[in-house]
């Protein structure tokens, strides 16, 4: 009887301990494998994501993997066309023309033939555009949307935008994902999730947490009719999948296996296995995502201006470039992200000098150095590489460097309230340049690690915002960048190339150096 | 026994108090606002500060452990800063996952490394018993991460068996239960193998020999029987490890496991869902130790007659 039992239970433990085996099985299979449709593409997209989906609620997320995907269900009023310049490069999306009334009114005119994609096919109207507007500021893209006042309805496809002063950039806001236009009637109803709903050439088809997230082709979107090419025209994959492979070698072998059709930010190091693979395209450019070396100008002895140079001409930066992403990447001078508008880099600034960076020290008072300092960061790659190179560079001038590697969250709120002396930081940004001057350098902004004050620059970064008239504009915007990069709060390392790997026969992609891809038409040709 | 389980069960309560403070107490030693997290790059102090605000972080530590325990009384776990989900269905949504994978993984280990200690054991000191040794300092030395990858190279790149990784059919929990169950196997199987040595060397044993019993009867009924109670608690112990220790080989096989949701929660400074989810698992743990404890009670009456007595 007692061996019975005990082997019942024993059968009962193995039993529980496999109990998950069927509980979660409801979305095996689920995911896409992409089959043939006979139209000459593969039906699905399968895209492997370096980070997890986590929300996509437009307007209560930040991240660039939910956006990416929001991209393909929403759009917005504005497109932001990557690469462009002037006027160009801003263009119509949902909003077919805008005009400033005055320096504070726009008036924005609305296509007449857009729908949701919802049963009914609800028009988009003028009060949708409210109601997205007015909902973004009690939500967390209320710092995209800085300067609204209000939307007021002029009729059901003219709105008129107030704003609290002019401001070049605020149109360009209105390109951002999270304030892609929502159904206001899909919130009334009180329907579950109203964010699903939008107008884009794909919607939702099912996400899973952590295992995928999967979007179908709307058969009847709005702009069927859009010829192949355009902007607003409809997808053609009749699935998109993105799938996160939140480590690295394993998103780049899946590719390899098959089982995705483009590898996110592959690890450099792995790209000549990619590169190997008659079957894989690897795509490089010049990025947007910038390196930097910051100092907190609030703490002796980084206030000294001359001592910053000096550092600023010890830093290898070839090193730096080498040891970090093996020379993929871009050097440069300024403070400004690459490829953003008034981008300009012919200041001397301060080239590898390790005499020139003595003779500063020595000018700024440190002839024989004896500066003890730390240096913050974020562990892992590439911060590592960066911080230990550095140190070794610091050493030469008579600068110890203790390296302080924590995590992120740390990090960020050492930085914000001032406890770090150096540290290492990355900026990416590709469309709005009051995102780079005032965030990194304002008086008293939110990311001013740096915790620099200087009301000289804080009039320039106004004027750079406000100036009307282009030419006043872009040489407030030089006279800027020579200003920041003399007086040396941070010390520009490099700006990253933007990696992808990918089936060699995908098509229709858009890439965006700043990582925030179009993937609307993209499919893989057979 | 029924009090017994009763009272194992009640004392889940301080359990889930002490768990639930160590992890708000811990959380907010640890450097990192999760406000800052959460309003990006972007935002402005005083966005940041409305997001503190909203989120409580503003209230002093006991206020809002305070609060998070009354939100507990009524079943409600609190919500995620980051997905804004709710912290308990979202728990939920993973632990069939982490129970498919720890599963799979205790069986693989279990079929693999009792033989093996017991076959072991039976030949100390021979060639067999240090191949078997090195198996097993192999399995406990070797990363998680690593052998995971190597798995995929072989099994998936060069001979394209299983999937690279996610979460698909039953062929897509091969490596990753292989990659899990394989450190596992080494510590049963030394388990296994020193806990039958000093079996072996008892008068029973011998006593059962000199009644004529084969080998295979001494060693399997006599043996087996008497050993078990240690390997039952190894078993045991690494189920409840693999509940949240898997997170490696979540990562490295794209798993939608609770060991990669606690690892990305504790990044992001999301508290609720790392005290839930550290909530759950103790409880799940309590659980798992509840049965290894009876298991013990049909293994040894001695133990048994203990329970009923305490009980």
């Known amino acids: 009887m007692k061996k019975r039992l005990a082997l019942l239970l024993s059968v009962a433990m193995l039993a529980a301990s496999l109990a998950g085996c069927g509980g979660g099985s409801s979305s095996s299979g689920g995911s896409s494998d992409g089959g043939a449709t006979g139209s000459g593409h593969k039906e699905s997209l399968i895209i492997g994501t370096d980070a997890d989906i986590n929300n996509l609620d437009l307007q209560k997320q930040q991240d660039a993997t939910n956006n990416i995907i929001l991209k393909n269900t929403h759009q917005t009023l504005v497109f932001f066309n990557n690469g462009s310049q002037g006027d160009e490069r801003f263009g119509p999306c949902l909003a077919t023309s805008w005009e400033f009334k005055d320096d504070t009114h726009i008036e924005m005119k609305l296509r007449d033939d857009v729908h949701f994609n919802d049963e009914e096919k609800t028009p988009m109207t003028a009060e949708d555009v409210k109601f997205t507007l007015d909902m973004a500021m009690d939500n967390m893209a209320a710092s995209i949307l800085t300067g609204y006042v209000q939307c007021n309805v002029i009729d059901d496809y003219s709105i008129e935008i107030e704003i609290e002063s002019y401001n070049n950039e605020f149109i360009q806001s209105l390109s951002s994902v999270p304030l892609s236009i929502q159904s206001k009637k899909a919130y009334e109803s009180g329907v579950e999730d109203p964010y699903y709903i939008g107008t884009g050439p794909y919607k939702f088809d099912e996400w899973v947490e952590g295992e995928y997230c999967r979007l179908v082709k709307v058969e009847d979107y709005w702009g069927n009719d859009i010829p192949e090419g355009e902007n607003l025209a409809p997808g053609v994959a009749e699935v998109i999948e993105f799938r996160p492979y939140i480590e690295a070698s394993s998103r780049v072998m899946a590719l390899q296996a098959g089982e995705i059709d483009v590898c996110v930010n592959p690890p450099i190091n792995e790209l000549q296995y990619l590169e190997e693979d008659e079957n894989i395209t690897v795509y490089e450019q010049t990025g947007t995502r910038l390196f930097y070396f910051g100092f907190n100008v609030e703490k002796e002895p980084w206030n000294n201006e001359t001592l910053r140079q000096a550092v600023a001409c010890a830093i290898d930066r070839d090193a730096v470039l080498e040891a970090a992403v093996y020379g993929k990447g871009t050097l440069q001078t300024t403070i400004l992200n690459r490829g953003l508008w008034g981008f300009y880099d012919d200041m001397e600034g301060f080239d590898y000098d390790v005499e020139r960076a003595k003779s500063l020290m020595a000018e700024a008072g440190y002839a024989n150095g004896g500066i003890t300092t730390s240096l913050s960061y974020a562990s892992g790659s590439p911060y590592e590489q960066i911080a230990t190179i550095i140190q070794s560079n610091l050493k030469e001038i008579g600068i110890e460097v203790t390296l302080e590697p924590m995590e992120t969250a740390t990090l960020k709120s050492a930085c914000v309230d001032g406890s770090h002396e150096l540290f290492l930081w990355r900026w990416n940004e590709d469309s709005k340049v009051d995102f780079v001057y005032r965030d990194l350098y304002y008086t008293g902004s939110g990311s001013n690690y740096h915790h620099y004050s200087d009301p000289k620059a804080d009039e320039l970064i106004d004027t750079v915002a406000t100036e009307k008239d282009p030419e006043l504009r872009l040489a407030a915007a030089q006279e800027l960048q020579e200003y920041l990069v003399n007086a040396c709060p941070q010390v520009p390392l490099y700006i990253a190339n933007l990696v992808v790997a990918y089936n060699k026969n995908l098509q229709g992609q858009y890439f965006y150096g700043g990582g925030n891809h179009d993937w609307r038409h993209a499919y893989i040709a057979e | ?311």
């Open chain 2, 1 to 311: 026994m029924i009090r017994y389980i009763l009272k194992r069960l009640i004392m889940l309560i301080p359990v889930i108090l002490v768990t639930s403070f160590l992890i708000f107490w811990a959380m907010s030693l640890t450097g990192g606002d999760p406000a800052l997290m959460l309003a990006g790059d972007n935002a402005k102090p005083e966005q940041i500060e409305e997001i503190r605000e909203e989120l409580g972080l503003n209230d002093p530590f006991i206020v809002r452990y305070g609060n998070y325990m009354k939100g507990m009384l009524t079943g409600d776990m609190g919500q995620s800063y980051v997905t804004k989900r709710d912290v308990f269905k979202t728990f939920m949504e993973r632990l069939p996952n982490t129970l498919m994978l720890g599963g799979a993984a205790v069986f693989i280990a279990v079929v693999v490394s009792i033989p093996l200690g017991i076959y072991t054991a039976i030949h100390q000191n021979t060639w067999k018993d240090t191949a078997g040794m090195i198996f097993a300092l192999f399995g406990n030395s070797m990363p998680n991460f690593w052998l995971g990858l190597m798995l995929i190279i072989i099994f998936s790149l060069k001979l394209g068996l299983f999937p690279t990784g996610g979460k698909g059919g039953l062929d897509s929990l091969v490596l990753p239960a292989v990659t899990v169950g394989f450190g596992l196997a080494a510590l049963i199987t030394r388990t296994t193998r020193s806990s039958m040595l000093d079996v072996l060397r008892q008068d029973y044993m011998t006593t059962a020999r000199a009644k004529g019993c084969s080998e295979k009867q001494v060693i399997t009924v006599h043996g087996l029987k008497n050993a078990l109670i240690p390997i039952i608690t190894a078993i045991g112990l690494q189920m409840s490890l693999v509940i949240t220790g898997s997170v490696l080989a979540e990562t490295v096989f794209s798993w939608p496991g609770i060991g990669r949701l606690v690892y990305d929660s504790i990044s992001k400074r999301d508290t609720p869902m790392v005290t839930g989810s550290i909530i759950m698992c103790s409880i799940l743990m309590c659980i798992i130790n509840l049965v290894v404890d009876l298991i013990y009670a049909f293994f040894d009456p001695r133990i048994k007659a203990q329970y009923s007595k305490k009980g």
